[in-house]
């Protein structure tokens, strides 16, 4: 385990920095736009109503990452059925290829998980 504790440390310093970075940027923008928005004053009332803005930044975040994680949770059950059906501990090569099918599971039924959501939103953006 002591290989892993380094690019996790680098992930987790490189993710910081990424962070604080795109925290100034987000003030400075929100800056402008408050500063845009001082000098409309002549602009319709209704624009700016948090009901009007809440539902044009809706975001379908929370689907995505449910059907993603459904999906790998289906690929790995998928995965450790098929690969409990062969022979696992007589044969080196079967151990390989019983990992490479639960891997290859996982990636399969995430992607159909992503393509689930990105239908799903694809239906509710056609009824509004």
Request: overall charge positive; charged content about 15%.
């Amino acid at each position: 385990m002591n290989y892993l504790v380094i690019p996790v440390v680098v992930g987790i310093i490189t993710y910081g920095i990424y962070k604080l970075f795109e925290l100034f940027v987000c003030r400075r923008e929100r800056l402008n736009i408050i500063d845009k928005l001082s000098e409309n004053t002549a602009l319709p009332t209704d624009k700016l109503s948090l009901d009007s803005y809440f539902q044009s930044s809706f975001s379908y975040s929370a689907l995505k990452a449910g059907c993603l994680l459904m999906g790998i949770g289906l690929g790995l059950l998928v995965g450790f059925i098929i690969s409990n059906n062969i022979d696992y501990y007589k044969n080196w090569d079967l151990r390989q290829t019983s990992s490479l099918i639960i891997g290859s599971c996982v990636l399969l039924f995430g992607g159909i998980g992503l393509i689930t959501a990105f239908l799903i939103e694809l239906k509710i953006g056609k009824k509004k």
